[in-house]
């Protein structure tokens, strides 16, 4: 039986609910929807995340397709699926939850006693994410930016990988996608939540996918693709037969450790470069302006040689935020003479 807080399902059957998590001060419920696939025979766990931040929803739409076309019969292991993680966030349009001004995928494992957002992640840590072997876990760029490519915990010794990083590294190249990045510590912050994920031996895949001012143009082919990542890391484990799909046969993994920020002067955001241009220490990337006077306010120029990753800001930019990434290539993987297959028993 695969069970989950309150829901449960036997082996065979497909079945959804809501995990029971917490309440806002005036009684939003913020119970979180899950659908679980119990395959007909026995396996490890998968677990697909959507809307953690609420106004990222290509993932979303992928994992309800996925849910919608999976048969339990055919499936060895369980799936564990949700769509929405962040309601309050989701409903509003919003990145984190203005209940308490808190960003969910910050707080795991979470604090029983805390806000709606730390409970949150406390009940949804321990019942759901804490039994995943592992976790593909979708972001996008929202209104913000266009992106596309696996992100991933840095590596701490790439010449004496763990476990886990030896199948992480498969998994980010089984997916699909044509690129992968990492962020060298400290890039973001201390990185807790995720830390936190794999000490309780559960391997974090994350996706950033889709988003941008082309939403619509672009979503179609991007639900198609994260649908079809998804069935390639049940395959990978061994939890679904066929063969693996992708965007072809190479994948360009980026270390992405260059960051460029916006000064402090809000204006109007104009990027002057795109996706896979090769910048040098000095180069403009953007530009700050008056958006009624056209008055050029502030140059941001890159900090260090880099390659654009998709990255972003909205034109009326405001506030302390990066508006920029670039990596440099650290390894190029080829699908057609690496072992994809990751097994967990």
Known sequence: MLQVGNLSANAGEKTFGYLKT??????????????????AEPGPTLMLQGAIHGAEVIGSIAILDFVAAADPAAIRGNVIAVPVVNRAGFELGERGSSIDDKDISRQFPGNAGGSASDQIAHIYFQEAIAQAEVLIDFHAGAR?????????????DPNNLTLMEERRRKLVVAFGLDQAAFFPP?????????VAIEEADTLHLTLEFGGGTGWFKNGEDNVRDA?????????????????????????????????????????????????????????VYGR???????????????PKDGIVIPSGQEWPTVGATSIGILGSIDRVEDRRVMDLSVRFD
């Open 144 to 156: 913000t930016a266009y992106e596309r490519y696996v992100l991933f915990t840095a590596e701490k």
């Open 288 to 302: 700050l302006v008056d958006p009624y006077t056209g008055e050029l306010l502030a140059e941001m120029p890159t």
């Open 227 to 283: 649908l079809r990542g998804i069935w390639n890391i049940l395959k990978a484990m061994g939890m679904a037969a066929g063969e693996l799909e992708a965007d072809g046969p190479l994948c360009t993994v980026y270390n992405a450790g260059v960051v460029i920020w916006k000064p402090p002067v809000d204006g109007l955001f104009i990027r002057d470069r795109k996706f896979k241009d090769a910048l040098k220490a000095g180069d």
């Open 186 to 194: 400290g890039t973001f912050g201390s990185g807790a939540s995720k």
């Open 22 to 39: 917490a309440q806002s001060r005036s009684g939003m419920n913020l119970d979180i929807p899950v659908h679980l696939i119990a395959g």
